[in-house]
């Protein structure tokens, strides 16, 4: 290696963050290993770059002693006298053992390692970049189809596992998509970026891009249930009360709600106000459906609903989704009823 060299270190080391000695401490580290295979030594032995010329010099290390044991790792002080009186029994002492050849090897070491460097300082930058936006959404474009779809970041590729996915959604190569950063792992290739369509937080992200009020801290998101391609129920709340959190969140004839729909594919959404009192929460997740009564029950945190007979399916919703979803979105156990069956129960109380 040449003063050439260590310029281009220099250089190097400023484009990408890595510094000069890093790059040279870690030369350093590989060229022992590279001489020890190259040259069959079980020696103790040091590598020494000159960080102005870029000259490369292997040292021997050896124990100064009184009488020898392995010629080695060990050296007699009446030899070191011959190179340094002033040696003595206890020191180690440095005796360059730098093959001819050695330049040759030390220079393609220097370039494996420099580029494997490069390689770890730039993953970690895209780490960096990445593990600061877990949890919120990135747009790419799907690169690479099979159970699992790769989706091409820029830098880097994230991955939308089966489990993430919204069931039945088309992905097709090269088209652009919108994801929600579940997680950000480093492992030994580098980043790995794991993705969701199927998360509520991809709702929340999308509403959040949507309406304006929610950016700026006028309205907010209490919770989503979601089952995701079919239904999503989302609860809001005004911080101004003279702002109506389902109508900022639905939009002008519909246009910021229906924006989130498209983007999810046609997906239901549901948008309802919270309410600090349960009772009125519990009958506002069940919309579309009209609640007659809410009977709470702090204890077990469990409440029955009275509904109208004709809006009993509605309220249960096809195979259960509706009632589930509204479970979900306000933390308790529901039980739905028509008036006719509440009435016949409560007579039957009655007469007994």
Not at 62 to 87: A, F, M, P, W
């Amino acid at each position: 290696m040449k003063a050439d060299f260590i310029q281009a270190l220099d250089e190097i080391g400023k484009e990408k963050g890595i510094s000069k000695e890093i790059l040279i401490e870690a030369i350093e580290a590989a060229l022992i290993s590279a001489y020890k295979r190259n040259f069959g030594s079980s020696q103790n032995v040091e590598v020494v770059i000159d960080n102005t010329t870029g000259d490369v010099k292997v040292y021997a290390q050896k124990d100064v002693v009184e009488q020898v044991e392995d010629e080695l790792l060990e050296i007699s002080l009446e030899d070191t006298k011959e190179i340094d009186n002033r040696y003595s029994i206890g020191d180690v002492i440095n005796i360059e053992v730098t093959p001819k050849n050695f330049g040759r090897i030390a220079a393609q070491t220097a370039k494996q390692v420099v580029v494997q460097r490069i390689r770890e300082a730039e993953r970690d930058i895209i780490y960096g970049d990445f593990i600061n936006r877990e949890n919120e959404i990135v747009t790419g474009i799907i690169q690479k189809l099979n159970n699992n779809v790769l989706v091409d970041l820029g830098k880097t590729e994230g991955i939308l596992l089966p489990a993430e996915q919204i069931p039945n959604e088309t992905y097709n190569h090269n088209n652009r998509i919108k994801a929600y950063i579940v997680e950000v792992k480093k492992t030994s290739k580098g980043p790995q970026i794991l993705l969701s369509r199927s998360h509520p937080g991809l709702v929340k992200r999308l509403f959040e891009l949507e309406v304006p009020e929610i950016q700026e801290g006028i309205v907010d998101i209490f919770s989503i249930s979601r089952e995701a391609g079919s239904r999503t129920k989302i609860a809001v709340y005004s911080n101004n009360e003279n702002v109506d959190p389902v109508g900022a969140c639905v939009g002008q004839n519909g246009t910021r709600v229906k924006a989130v729909v498209d983007e999810l594919n046609g997906e239901k959404i549901d948008i309802v106000n919270w309410s600090k009192d349960p009772s009125v929460f519990i009958a506002n997740s069940l919309s579309p459906a009209k609640v007659l009564d809410v009977q709470i029950n702090e204890d077990e945190k469990s409440a029955s609903i009275i509904v109208p007979d004709y809006q009993l399916s509605l309220a249960i919703g096809k195979e259960g989704q509706n009632a589930r979803l509204a479970a979900k979105l306000t933390g308790w156990k529901i039980d739905i009823k028509s008036e006719t069956q509440y009435n016949d129960e409560s007579s039957e109380e009655i007469e007994e």
